[in-house]
């Protein structure tokens, strides 16, 4: 809504910001100087003991030295009361008498019967708090004490009650010349079919308040003292000023607590949240008499980034929760979220308070899941996966509901999480290491203390492309005659391991020198221990260009193979980088033929050049013999039958 030119500056002008301030501060009498304006308290947005947050009452600003919060009369509403702009400039417009501008003549008169719906849902308010005091509501009382609810949390939360008898509002209200089309629209009775005059909405019901964000008295709720009756609890009709689906029980003050660091906390009735009130956790609502809407959660997000819904412990519980998620997962967004705090079995939250206090609630909260593990239990909980139809039926059940998350960002996060649940429900069970001879089918026996420490298993897949790197590297530096022909691949060589990075760049820069030069600027450019201790590593001594350097051929084929292995790991890796994006927006045949020829390239370029040109022959027993090893064998066998026969 568009405000009118000078609106706000005359708002401005008719309010007094120290006054407005004042209400949620003490001021330091010894700083203060009322009479210039010039106010100090502590800081209402942080917590501290001195005086650091100044008003000036004439220019209508205010700053705090220790956190630098600033800003005039409507921002101040805004931050201390956590509301939006127009409901700030609207509550300060209402303390001073200005009436807020509307869009059209029709606005205005929606504006004008709102507002009498309003009075007239503040005189029946009065009527049911009076009504509660009486003899009528004695068995009320009664309840309400064996509830834990005192007198001045009845006040505190205004409760009231409804006494029998069809007429009794309404007559009241008749009687104070309010009429009975305005009662009928406030939702406080109903027309008769059968010719007579309205009647109550609620009667022999103990009566909670609604107040919209604004403190309106909108509607209200009845809780039934016969136990006969039909409805347990029942709320207002719809009218024009309450919409069930868009207001919460609480609303104000828990909008306040939550703006203050409060976690906002989401329970099922009207006594759990004054319970949960009352016991420190003011920043509690309630949906009003149906399941969270659409509209409520938006609210709900307006108040906390990450409401706790505090359902029952049951499987009713359970299943209102199971709705929340399914209305929630369309409209997560980047840290817009919800959490689930599940009571003990049998136990609402005001349940719990009354066994175990506040610390047992305070506990749960603390504990509750995130949305993602909540959608995990529903979806795993008391059922087998012991068939690959089984297993396939939860992957269709949880890629559905990924399907369903708007937001790219937040649907990729999610099919992390749950990716990696997946592992640990489905991960291999490994068999315990026995003693004695270990069968084929036994579990391999621990690994040695050497063996963890060594940087395969410390880095894994990384480790082996430095253990390649090293290879590499070292060759090099030993057969410096083909540098000149790797120079573009080892320029484009990532080197994780700084020493290896500087021995790459020494190699590079001094190509063109001796051997003997080479060799003392790669020692000067990676100190001469460091280097010794590299060629000593044990894995160089099984290269055998290593072990008998001079052969140019074969130190050739070694460089190229192991750069070739470690382009096939890097682009294995960057494949399935790839797809682990691709799989949050759900996997294809496409992501898995890739997949596929990504490991089939770096399988093809582990194996050993020499494995891949070596011809075999078929032995009598099917088994595969080396062609060369053989004739190798045959040649021998003759001369060893030769020398028999000259013998």
Not at 236 to 246: A, H, I, N, Q, V
């Amino acid at each position: 809504m568009s405000l009118p030119p000078g609106f706000l500056d005359e708002l401005r002008s008719r309010t007094s910001l120290s006054q407005v301030v004042g209400r949620k501060v003490m001021w330091d009498n010894r700083k203060s100087n009322q009479a210039k304006g010039d106010m100090w308290a502590p800081c209402p947005f942080h917590q501290e003991k001195s005086a650091s947050f100044h008003v000036d009452d004439r220019k209508g600003f205010y700053y705090c030295f220790g956190c630098q919060a600033k800003g005039d009369a409507i921002s101040f509403v805004k931050d201390s009361e956590n509301v939006g702009f127009m409901e700030a400039v609207e509550i300060l417009a209402r303390e001073a008498g200005m009436q807020m501008p509307a869009r059209d003549p029709q606005a205005q008169e929606k504006a004008d019967r709102r507002d009498e719906l309003a009075q007239v849902m503040e005189q029946a308010l009065r009527w049911f708090r009076m009504q509660l005091r009486t003899g009528a509501a004695t068995a009320a009382r009664a309840y309400l004490e064996r509830r834990g609810l005192s007198e001045p949390v009845q006040d505190r939360f205004e409760l009231g009650f409804a006494p029998e008898g069809w007429q009794n509002l309404r007559d009241h209200l008749a009687g104070q010349g309010v009429r009975d089309e305005l009662i009928i629209g406030a939702g406080l009775a109903r027309t008769s079919d059968k010719g007579r005059a309205p009647y109550d909405v609620f009667r022999n019901r103990i009566i909670f308040p609604i107040r919209d964000g604004r403190g309106r008295a909108i509607a209200f709720g009845g809780r039934a003292m016969d136990p006969n009756d039909n409805a347990k609890y029942l709320n207002s009709p719809e009218t024009e000023l309450f919409d069930k689906g868009r207001n919460l029980y609480n609303h104000a003050p828990a909008r306040e607590a939550a703006g203050k660091g409060q976690p906002l906390i989401v329970a099922e009735g009207y006594m759990d949240v004054i319970a949960l009130s009352e016991a420190g956790f003011e920043a509690s609502v309630a949906p009003l008499g149906t399941a969270v809407t659409e509209n409520q959660l938006a609210l709900l997000w307006r108040i906390a980034d990450e409401p706790v819904i505090a359902l029952d412990g049951d499987k009713a519980g359970l299943r209102a929760a199971y709705r929340v998620i399914d209305l929630a997962l369309p409209l997560l967004s980047a840290g817009k979220s919800l959490r689930f705090a599940l009571m003990p079995e049998g136990k609402d939250p005001d349940d719990l308070l009354r066994a175990q206090g506040a610390q047992a609630v305070r506990k749960v909260v603390e504990q509750a899941l995130p949305m993602v593990r909540l959608l995990w239990r529903r979806e795993t909980e008391g059922k087998v996966f012991d068939s690959p139809e089984r297993k396939a039926a939860l992957d269709a059940a949880l890629r559905e509901h990924l399907r369903r998350i708007q937001d790219p960002g937040l649907r990729r996060h999610y099919g992390d999480e749950i990716k990696e649940m997946r592992y640990q429900l489905f991960r291999p069970q490994r068999t315990s290491y026995r003693k004695g001879p270990r069968r084929p089918w036994d579990a391999p026996p621990p690994p040695s203390p050497s063996a963890k420490s060594s940087l395969l298993v410390a880095a894994g897949d990384e480790g082996q492309v430095q253990l390649r790197e090293a290879v590499i590297l070292s060759v090099l530096l030993t057969t410096p005659d083909i540098l000149p022909e790797f120079e573009a691949q080892l320029e484009g060589l990532e080197c994780a391991d700084p020493l290896h990075a500087r021995l790459r760049d020494a190699l590079l820069a001094h190509m063109e020198a001796g051997s003997e030069a080479l060799r003392e600027h790669c020692e000067h450019a990676t100190g001469k221990e460091a280097l010794e201790t590299l060629l000593a590593a044990r894995h160089l001594r099984v290269v055998p260009c290593l072990r008998n350097p001079g052969d140019t051929e074969a130190a050739r084929l070694t460089v190229a193979e192991e750069l070739a292995k470690i382009a096939a790991q890097r682009g294995l890796e960057a494949e399935i980088a790839e797809a682990e994006e691709d799989l949050a927006d759900l996997a294809d045949e496409a992501l898995t033929w890739r997949l596929g020829q990504a490991a089939q390239a770096k399988n093809q370029a582990v194996r050993r050049k020499d494995e891949n040109e070596t011809e075999y022959d078929l032995g009598p027993n099917g088994a595969r013999i080396d062609r060369s090893e053989r004739s190798a064998l045959d040649a021998l066998m003759q001369q060893i039958r030769f020398s028999k026969g000259q013998s």
